[in-house]
């Protein structure tokens, strides 16, 4: 077994040769969350083909492969953060893995390889599963657990776009129906609340709580290890394959939480912002789920910055379907949590999710660190030095939360990161004068070296695992005048412009990162975009090939851009002014290292044109077109700068 393309060396990526590296990469995709080739939620559905769908040809059809990397590579990008479903792998029943689906996922990393491209895999979810508003765990397992996924609609227990969404409708968005980026209130809804406490911490909660004569978590955790081992099972001979991500995004359901006091603001006992949407209580979710009519208030945005208010009370559930299968009992209420009687519901115990044997649960502590813990040892049982890409959920580092203290070795802090605002209003002004883009560049780069504070602290290296602009922004305007014949950059300058900022904010912080996203089958379309609930954040599109030499890619500008990929020693500085064509880095060269520093300078770049001047310690330079790589050999350690003027 050869060893891995790149590994941790404190705080920082490292290749084989000790070189340190930077992970620029891209999430390959946002419609790999979606079975192949017509389960978008761009049409209607039930579920009901569940254990006999497919995900084969999730991110692309096998013919296509070569077309998509070779662009992906094209753009400078060396990291793939590429997305598979736990449904994906397991959707036909328990241990029944689609191994078909399981070799066009290891072919893609094969082929990878000649890319030159690195690869972690992602576990990808988002809101527990596609039956519950998102994408990620099998359909089986709401049987097994006892719940009727069928009801879910009707109980108001989750918001779901194929049961809310009006395709009859000529209207692309509805509002009224189902909000523009409204999926994430699935976190705080009945079906959620159940699954992410089970699966966490059901051993805590509800002891009692068996599946095939074993405790609810356990049943849920060793089948998702076991989906993960299948897949790693075979790529563990791949040295570009690197590692996997614990689990995108995770809910953690009710814990933590007091049974009845509503949060309307974070507080001192929970400082996470609290967002639009219904304000569920554990209390509220638990009688939903039982068939129960709840009132619950709905949070809008104030006129202050980041505040909410209630607005309107809501009744949920008003036909008082239960969720639970007929004859299940609630093991919440069994384990003694709340009462249900004679139609009037009580909370037994407003501290059942907040304490645990007379002491305040920590969730990171007392759940995520076991969990940690047990995705290391289920990957490194197969292969021992693949790295860990932790997550935990990025609406609670913005309160103040952290990984747990004991994290496993050879752990990257993975978390994730958006301009918050930009992404739920869909707007941008691109006509934000200089001082203004120094402004939003400092308040990204501030945000951005908090997240890389927190793995500072850890002694863990830092990849955003997921950053980007929405493309269907102003209402689709790109779209519209894409469709009227306008073409250039000039389409796509809001959205290049925000990339820009992004990206030069993590460039001074010299922090690794893979985009969301680039979805094969995302169209100019506000009902489908990248396939999955109205989202549109990919980077190419078929629809932007309609001229022969159209690579498809959408605000290039603003991503395909010079860095340092590959620093012989340690890269201390970098930066690029794309209006000034002027690329500079700094690196803390080690001679003892035999292999050269690698700068990607993307095509129309002329190294003829141009000038490249090195400076400090003695070193030469060649420019290989073909990989659109700068190499700069240093023969002594110290000091080298690189100045390149021409790089457009």
């Known amino acids: 077994m050869s060893k891995l393309w790149v590994g941790i060396e404190g705080t920082r ?5 000790g070189r340190q590296a930077i992970l620029r990469g891209v999430n390959l995709g946002g419609d790999s969350k979606l079975p192949y080739p017509d389960g978008g939620t761009d049409r209607p559905g039930d579920f009901a083909d569940h254990a006999t769908l497919s995900f084969v040809g999730r991110p692309f059809p096998a013919d296509e492969t070569d077309e998509h990397l070779g662009r992906i590579a094209g753009w400078g990008f060396n990291t793939l953060r590429l997305l598979v479903t736990w449904e994906a792998v397991e959707h036909a029943g328990p241990g029944q893995y689609d191994l078909a689906f399981i070799d066009s996922i290891a072919a893609i990393c094969e082929r990878a390889v000649d890319f030159g491209m690195l690869v972690f895999i992602d576990f990808h979810q988002d809101v527990w599963s596609r039956m519950s508003g998102g994408s990620g765990a099998p359909c089986w397992l709401f049987d097994k657990l006892g719940l009727d996924y069928r009801r879910f609609g009707e109980a108001d227990a989750a918001h779901v776009m194929q049961y809310r969404y009006d395709y009859a409708d000529p209207r692309r968005r509805q509002e009224d129906r189902y909000p523009t980026m409204s999926w994430p209130v699935n976190y705080r809804m009945p079906v959620n609340g159940i699954m992410w406490t089970a699966f966490f911490a059901g051993r805590a909660y509800t002891p009692d709580w068996l599946v095939d004569g074993c405790n609810v978590q356990d049943f849920l955790q060793s089948h998702y290890f076991g989906a993960v081992r299948a897949v790693a099972e075979r790529v563990r001979e791949l040295p570009n394959v690197i590692g996997f991500d614990t689990l995108n995004e995770p809910g953690m359901g009710w814990i933590g939480q007091p049974m009845t006091t509503r949060r309307t603001a974070p507080n001192a006992d929970d400082r996470t912002p609290v967002h639009h949407g219904p304000a569920w209580t554990p209390l509220d979710g638990l009688m ?7 009132s619950v208030p709905y949070m809008r945005k104030t006129e202050q910055p980041g505040t909410v208010a209630p607005a309107q009370e809501l009744v949920f559930n008003r036909n008082r379907v239960p969720i639970w299968r007929d004859g299940v009992v609630d093991p919440f209420e069994q384990a003694g949590a709340w009462r249900l009687e004679d ?3 009580t909370a037994v115990d407003e501290d059942f999710f907040r304490l645990r044997n007379g002491r305040r649960v920590d969730v990171e502590r007392d759940f995520l660190q076991p969990f940690f813990a047990k995705m290391a040892a289920s990957i490194r049982t197969v292969r021992e030095d693949w790295l860990l890409f932790a997550e ?15 994290m496993p070795a050879n752990s990257v802090n993975a978390s994730h990161w958006y301009d918050v605002a930009l992404l739920l209003s869909k707007q941008f002004d691109s006509g934000l004068d200089a001082a203004g883009k120094a402004r939003l560049k400092n308040r990204y780069g501030l945000e951005l070296a908090y997240i890389k504070n927190i793995g500072e602290r850890m002694k863990m290296p830092t990849l955003i695992g997921e950053f980007g602009t929405p493309y269907d922004l102003e209402d689709g305007d790109s779209f519209t005048r894409w469709s009227r014949g306008e073409r250039g950059d000039a389409v796509w300058r809001a959205q290049a412009d925000a990339l820009e900022l992004m990206y030069e904010a993590m460039d001074l912080l010299q922090l690794s990162s893979t985009q969301w996203n680039y979805s094969a089958g995302n169209r100019n379309d506000l009902r489908v975009g990248d396939g999955w609930n109205q989202e549109d954040l990919s980077i190419f599109s078929r629809d932007q090939q309609t001229e022969a030499g159209s690579d498809g890619g959408r605000g290039v500008s603003g991503f395909c851009r010079p860095y340092v990929r590959y620093a012989q020693g340690v890269l201390r500085a970098m930066q690029y002014v794309r209006a000034e064509a002027h690329f500079t880095a700094s690196i803390e060269v080690d001679a003892g290292i035999d292999a050269p520093s690698e700068i990607f300078l993307p095509k129309p770049f002329d190294a003829g ?3 490249i001047a090195v400076t400090g310690v003695a070193a030469s330079w060649e420019y290989r077109r073909e990989r659109q790589c700068l190499l700069v050999t240093a023969q002594a350690s110290g000091r080298l700068q690189i100045t390149i003027d021409g790089v457009s």
């Open 343 to 345: 139609g009037a519901a």
């Open 13 to 17: 990526f490292v290749d084989r040769h």
């Open 609 to 611: 044109r141009a000038r």
């Open 288 to 294: 939903a789920a039982r068939g129960v009519s709840v």
């Open 392 to 406: 935990i959920n990025p609406h609670v580092i913005v309160g103040g939360r952290s990984f747990p203290a004991d």
